[in-house]
């Protein structure tokens, strides 16, 4: 049986209040909201922060505000998130509806909030094990040892970012709110990330991630791709998450084609380069997924066959854009989801 | 038997949680789940400690009417929510129609998913009293189980979705 270790519990009430807390108390304490990324690494004594803040009764992290754009409390469940009216019924905003859906489990979902998934901590078979398993290995560069077991000569962690919501939302060109004691600051969401697998974040530890904002994309259209083992719970071993803004005629002035889990923060690809003055043909959609593959880094640190995750990045772009492009892929769809 | 040390006496918090219809006072240590608190504080043994990590669904509960994991959910945070687990089912010795649909169908084979597999489908059906299979599947796609193959399961729980509709009607 895993117990959680010792820890104090604070519960402020306001985002302001938190933030005091996070300052005085700085590295030795963490943010909870939904818990379910936390709890079980605390369990298997991963993190083990002195201080939990929890989040659940700070007033305002739910907002969502539908205006010119449309902003998303931090705070509001995955579930929350999939029902809301205004990302159900957009084409814009559908790859983040889809990857919401698409994270772990109902019950996970109903647990999980925005913010927590995209602070969700990187993962790998040499860290997400419990501490006795952890220690016959005498640990790895992550937490409290000095080599990356899956790659013995790199300098880097090498821990996969493993966030569906991340690459969707950086395709709809997200902005995140961080509030600390000291101010407030918005920056791009893919800012928020660098290559690192232990500093996958550039959030200050006494920040608080507290609203998601997203702009207007009428015009757009936006789609996410998952692969994982199981229908369910499984974290994503490749996300792809496209959104194409194109002309009447089919001609695209936007795209943006992020992947997840095949680096250890959410990758930006060049590919959507390629398909700026063109129209989605069957070519120039091989040609942008040939580009994405090129840029994914996958490492034999999740599951599944190492090259044969890098070979279906090309299809899964694929089916991003056949999607966008108006194919009919719900069959498709249905089989990669595990639901047929 | 877990050993209790002078410190966590002292550093127990003391609160009441609602569950199943009643308050109920207890005091814990604070690093203690729901679960723990449910099975080792209350007695209510009938929830399931399977994965601890969020992986299986053995120890969904109800809180505020939404299925949860309670192998994941701090109990310092229950203050104040209603809780239901499946000690709160049956009324009397009236099984719930879940209870008997899994009990006649094999939609409970060992029995150990069950409690949780039974709970999440009552949340389905307390929303959507009359599920399409694959709103079943969807549904019950959080609670793992390794005897039934799953296909009893979407049975009972068809099967007590069409007892809790007769039983409504057959109160108006």
């Known amino acids: 049986m895993m117990r959680l270790p010792w820890f104090n519990y604070r519960s402020p009430k306001s985002v302001a209040e938190a933030a005091r807390i996070l300052a005085a108390e700085g590295r030795d304490a963490m943010l909870i909201a939904g818990g379910t990324d936390l709890l079980p690494n605390m369990k298997r004594r991963q993190q083990t922060p002195a201080t939990l803040v929890s989040l659940r009764q700070v007033g305002g992290l739910k907002d969502v505000v539908n205006g010119r754009g449309l902003t998303l409390g931090a705070g509001l469940t995955l579930s929350e998130v999939v029902n809301t009216p205004a990302l159900k019924d957009s084409c814009g905003y559908r790859a983040l509806h889809q990857a919401a859906a698409q994270v772990a489990s109902p019950h996970l979902r109903n647990m999980g909030t925005l913010g927590g998934n995209l602070c969700l901590d990187t993962r790998c078979l040499y860290y997400n094990q419990n501490e006795d398993w952890r220690r016959a290995i005498d640990f790895c560069m992550k937490c409290n040892g000095e080599t990356c077991w899956v790659a013995t000569s790199s300098k880097r962690c090498m821990a996969v970012s493993s966030t569906d919501t991340a690459p969707a939302l950086i395709s709809l060109g997200a902005k995140v709110r961080l509030v600390s004691a000291a101010g407030d600051r918005e920056l791009e969401l893919n800012d928020l990330y660098q290559n690192d697998g232990t500093e996958y974040l550039t959030r200050q530890p006494d920040e608080i991630l507290t609203a998601v904002s997203l702009p207007d994309l009428s015009g757009w259209k936006s789609t996410y791709w998952k692969l994982r083992r199981r229908g369910s719970f499984d974290f994503p071993i490749l996300g792809v998450a496209a959104a194409v803004r194109a002309a009447p005629d089919g001609t695209v002035l936007d795209a943006r084609i992020v992947l997840g889990a095949v680096s250890s923060r959410p990758l930006m690809t060049e590919a959507g380069g390629l398909l700026l003055g063109g129209k989605l043909t069957d070519e120039a959609i091989a040609a942008a997924g040939k580009k994405a593959t090129s840029a994914a880094k996958p490492l034999d640190n999740t599951d599944l066959d190492l090259y044969w995750r890098k070979d279906v990045v090309s299809s899964f772009v694929g089916y991003a854009l056949r999607e966008i492009r108006g194919d009919d892929m719900s069959a498709t769809r249905l089989r990669i989801m595990r639901q047929l | ?172």
């Open chain 2, 1 to 172: 038997m877990s050993v209790v040390t002078d410190k966590e006496v002292q550093r127990r918090v003391h609160m009441t949680l609602q569950v199943n219809g009643e308050e109920i006072e207890v005091s814990f240590a604070p690093y203690k789940t729901l679960l723990e608190v449910l099975r080792e504080d209350l007695g209510l043994t009938g929830t399931k400690h399977g994965c601890e990590l969020g992986e299986c669904g053995a120890c969904a509960v109800l809180i505020d009417g939404e299925p949860l994991l309670s192998c994941l959910t701090l109990a310092v945070e229950c203050e104040g929510r209603a809780i239901e687990t499946i000690e709160g089912l049956a009324q009397g010795t009236q099984l719930h129609p879940l209870q008997e649909a899994f009990a006649d169908l094999g939609g409970a084979q060992c029995g150990y998913c069950t409690p949780g597999a039974v709970m999440t489908a009552k949340a389905l059906l307390d929303k959507e009293p009359s599920p399409t299979s694959q709103q079943i599947k969807e549904a019950m796609s959080g609670n793992l189980c390794r005897c039934t193959g799953y296909q009893q399961i979407v049975e009972s729980v068809e099967k007590a979705a069409t007892c809790c509709r007769s039983a409504e009607r057959g109160a108006a």
